[in-house]
């Protein structure tokens, strides 16, 4: 026996993969293998630098990447670990004052910066009130920027001073827009924004002051996560970092919708990607057993033919990862160019890290989906040369879909896919598979009895279905789950899409209306009226604190740096509603019907989150102190709350009746179209207690990120529109052989050209048409799952699936026939010869 060296192994395995570089097999598999890779590089390559080019913009609503929170000034071993690290830092104090100026004085929110705030984004102010904006610069020592409602309030103008303290300051120009001001929308006082460098002197910050300090840090990405895991265990009570994701619930809802999408069609594309790698492999392997055969006769052993395989599948591999981590790389780059007008100015580049992870996809997936097949050329007996009916002992069946489900597995692991949402693609598939094969093999069946009467053309394509119809259910199901992946993905896209501009439509309250007082509450609701505004009802508001559940402190029961605990460290904003408000769905219990009866406490609704933080149940007794008096409520229900509506939205809802006797303000947001700039003013002087706050900015980038991830998701369509096309080639190929040598007979025994295209028309259509109706169920199954459990979206029956077995048969069909002309044109002496 022959004993090749692994250099000779080497050299044999690449000039038979030279040689055969121009079978249609070797390409497609080729094709796969590269669509897999590109499709994974791409994504992963545009999903991370969107994600920070998401992030860049998100991070103006912060003001900077990260922000360290606390009622204490910063300790100076947490400033050192900061600077320490390369990171830039910027001061804020934010408390509330009395500004006193002449003509009276203003309760207001005071906002000390120093010269590098803010590190993201840009403050914008004006040099006359509602005039035009300008960006940049920010208050110099001895001046002071304020809001235009406090001019309004106090009668003066700019150049005028004011007292903060025992320090004057010069108003000198209208402050319009603070990049971190998103957040805190319910700030009911006027702001004045101030140099730091005057703090101090205002003599207004004394111990037991309430004061906010935040310390802004921006820098590289590694920088900051060692900042964060370096001071994370040793946070003060009082103190929290923030980031992107906490300090916006729109944007953190945008981002995570986006990765998730993302996620999924990335594994969509490399799952039909890897199925024409296991239908190409199958026919690569079958068109080798001859060749293996004859290498055993001259003297290969076993393991050095498996080898020989093994090496040309493992250069064809990385020939085809390396040339896709390539054009993944050149898509991305094309898509940045085409949207420089969307994206911000620094988009950041993307490292080394998705092109080694889309490679590492690619070769995971051919080694799963490849490998079982080619392990047969191994065991190919040598007397196959003289008897071509001798086959291998196929591997077993565990290892072939073990192999299978352990390489998804690792592609899903690398993908960070949750476990729900791979639970219900992977759960949705593979029960949508079975249940359809067996119903698609009852089907083939039941048409034997219709073969007799037939014309010659049905019963030569439904004979070739019926002549193996194990191979023909598998051939259903491989089209079927190609159709059905672009069906899902296209109906997530536009519905996904659909959800996400719902939650800002063109009428998105662009206003708030805070500190309505009781005796405006009718007149100023006239008044919006009259502007033709779009208003959400109004809400009583008062600020109250959650002290007891059950009669237990609810310090007791909240976790360290949790939503429960922020919410008891502070005032909430309370009030009560007859009606579910919009934008609310209960989840547990029930909405009251009526007032609360005279022998049980009156109820409240606790948003569901919170409840969970705090470990809430229905029935609970919550006690509140509010304005220095203790009332009590029991939960009667839990509700979702869809925050980024841009609505009035509250944890807490009490049933009416509730707080009768204490004091409310109305809170409520309208919409009003552009260009009412001069109406808004009126409005403001004519009801001066009334905070009115715009949002239109805010709104703008809501926006503009919306639009980056719809473009994301719409690009993401055409990899796995790549991917579906190849596992179609694929499975056309892999009974091409066969077809190839049944034409010829036919042919031979004299039928016609047309009568055999007419029977591949019929074959694939019917095949095509069986595939849509196994993709057209799937979907719906596989849908209804997502979106129950992985989306949070409402599932309703989809009417359009019902044309994918038309798009099946017509796709299907012209492929089919167009993919198999080498069935029809090659010459049936040659072909019969070789046979």
């Not at 502007?531 to 959400?536: G, I, K, M, Q, Y």
Request: proline residues 5%; aromatic residues 6%; hydrophobic residues 50%.
């Amino acid at each position: 026996m022959t004993r090749l060296s692994v250099k000779h192994l080497c050299t044999l395995a690449l000039r038979q993969l030279l040689r055969d570089a121009r079978a249609s097999e070797v390409r497609v598999l080729f094709l796969a293998v590269l669509v897999a890779v590109a499709a994974s590089t791409a994504i992963a390559y545009f999903g991370a630098r969107l994600n920070s080019a998401m992030q860049l913009r998100a991070s103006e609503f912060l003001a900077a990447d990260l922000v360290l929170q606390g009622s204490s000034p910063i300790r100076i071993e947490q400033l050192d670990a900061g600077t320490s690290r390369g990171l830039q830092h910027a001061r804020v104090v934010e408390f509330s004052s009395v500004v006193a100026a002449d003509a009276g004085i203003q309760l207001s929110s005071i906002k000390a910066v120093d010269s590098a705030y803010p590190l993201r984004g840009e403050l914008r102010s004006a040099a006359t009130p509602y005039g035009s904006e300008s960006p940049g610069a920010s208050p110099a020592p001895g001046e002071a920027w304020v809001e235009a409602r406090l001019l309004t309030a106090l009668g003066l103008s700019l150049g005028d001073s004011i007292d903060v303290g025992m320090k004057p300051l010069r108003m000198t120009r209208v402050l319009t827009y603070e990049p971190d001001r998103a957040g805190n929308f319910y700030s009911l006082t006027p702001r004045v924004l101030m140099n730091m460098a005057d703090l101090e002197a205002t003599g207004v910050i004394q111990p037991g002051s309430r004061v906010t300090y935040r310390d802004l840090w921006r820098g590289e990405p590694q920088a900051l996560e060692s900042y964060r895991q370096a001071i994370e265990q040793q946070l003060a009570a009082n103190q929290r970092l923030l980031d992107t994701r906490d300090g916006n619930r729109q944007i953190g809802g945008a981002l995570g919708r986006a990765e998730r999408y993302l996620n999924m069609a990335s594994l969509v594309a490399v799952l039909l990607a890897g199925v024409a790698v296991a239908l190409s492999a199958s026919r690569y392997a079958a068109r080798r057993l001859d060749a293996s055969a004859l290498l055993r006769c001259l003297g290969l052993s076993r393991h050095q033919a498996l080898g020989l395989f093994s090496l040309q599948l493992t250069v064809l591999g990385l020939v085809a990862s390396l040339s896709g981590a390539w054009v993944g790389w050149l898509a991305q780059l094309g898509l940045f160019a085409l949207l420089q007008g969307l994206l911000p100015s620094a988009v950041p580049s993307g490292n080394l890290a998705p092109a080694l992870a889309g490679i590492g996809t690619g070769l995971v997936a051919l080694a799963g989906f490849a490998l079982p097949p080619l392990a047969a050329l191994g065991r190919v007996p040598p007397l196959r040369v003289l008897r071509r009916d001798l086959l291998p002992t196929p591997p077993s069946s565990w290892l072939v879909y073990g192999a299978a489900l352990f390489a998804l597995g690792l592609i899903m692991w690398r993908l960070s896919l949750d476990l729900i949402l791979t639970f219900a693609l992977l759960g949705g598939g593979i029960v949508a598979a079975t249940l359809l094969a067996g119903l698609l093999l009852l089907a083939l069946r039941s048409l034997r009895r219709m073969l007799s009467a037939a014309p010659l053309a049905w019963r030569l394509g439904l004979g070739q279905l019926l002549r193996h119809p194990l191979a023909a259910a598998g051939q259903a199901l491989a089209f079927g789950l190609i159709l059905l992946a672009m069906a899902l993905i296209a109906l997530l896209r536009a519905e996904l899409l659909d959800n996400w501009q719902a939650q800002l439509p063109e009428d998105a309250p662009n206003h708030f209306a805070l500190n309505i007082l009781p005796d405006d509450r009718e007149p100023f609701t006239q008044r919006l009226r009259e502007l033709n505004a779009t208003s959400a009802p109004l809400y009583p508001v008062m600020p109250g604190r959650l002290t007891q559940i059950n009669g237990q402190s609810v310090q007791q029961r909240v976790s360290k740096d949790s939503a429960g605990e922020r919410a008891v460290q502070r005032d909430l904003s309370l009030t009560w509603a007859a009606n579910l408000p919009q934008g609310n769905a209960i989840v547990d219990g029930t909405w009251w019907q009526s007032s609360p009866p005279d022998n049980r406490p009156p109820g409240v609704s606790v948003e569901a989150d919170l409840a969970a933080s705090l470990g809430l149940k229905l029935n609970d007794l919550l006690t509140f102190d509010i304005g220095g008096e203790q009332r009590q409520a029991q939960v009667t229900s839990l509700r979702t709350v869809h925050w980024d509506s841009f609505q009035p939205n509250f944890y807490m809802i009490f049933q009416p009746g509730t707080l009768l006797g204490l004091p409310a303000t109305y809170l409520t947001s309208f919409y009003l179209a552009p260009g009412h700039d001069a109406e808004v003013v009126a409005l403001s002087r004519a009801f001066p207690a009334v905070t009115l706050l715009q949002v239109d900015a805010l709104l703008g980038q809501l926006r503009s990120i919306l639009a980056q991830v719809t473009l994301a998701v719409e690009y993401v369509l055409l990899f796995v529109l790549a991917a579906g096309v190849t596992g179609l080639l694929a499975g056309l190929q892999a009974t091409l052989d066969e077809r190839i040598r049944q034409g010829a007979l036919l042919r031979a025994l004299g039928a016609g050209r047309a009568l055999l295209v007419k029977a591949r028309r019929i074959e694939f259509g019917l095949l095509g048409a069986a595939s849509g109706v196994l993709a057209a169920l799937g979907c719906e199954l596989i849908s209804w799952g997502l979106y129950r459990y992985a989306f949070n979206l409402q599932w309703a029956p989809h009417p359009w699936l019902l044309v994918l077995p038309l798009i099946g048969a017509l796709l299907v069909g012209a492929a089919g026939v167009f993919g198999t002309r080498r069935a029809l044109n090659a010459s049936p002496l040659s072909v019969l010869r070789d046979t």
